[in-house]
């Protein structure tokens, strides 16, 4: 069994190493990403007014509309 696992690092010693190496480097990349982020401060984000997605929906409607010249007052109008 020893014999097999042996063989098999021989075998395939540069996929072995070529993992470790990539695998190492993601790992410091994490790594030094996590202590970056404790010497940042940044403010948090504030959203102020009320969202509403109906309002976000007719807003992106009306603008699409108008872009391609379609009058939706009518209230007969049907754009596929």
């Not at 996929?15 to 940044?42: H, M, P």
Request: overall charge positive; hydrophobic content about 55%; proline content about 2%.
């Amino acid at each position: 069994m020893l014999s097999k696992i042996i063989r098999f690092v021989k075998r395939n010693f540069k996929n072995i190493l070529l993992f470790l190496i990539v695998f190492l480097l993601c790992l410091l990349a994490f790594g030094v990403g996590v202590i970056v982020q404790f010497y940042i401060q940044k403010e948090p984000l504030k959203i102020e007014g009320l969202f509403s997605p109906v309002k976000l929906a007719m807003d992106i409607s009306e603008s699409l509309t108008s872009d391609m010249g379609v009058n939706l007052s009518g209230g007969n109008a049907f754009v596929a």
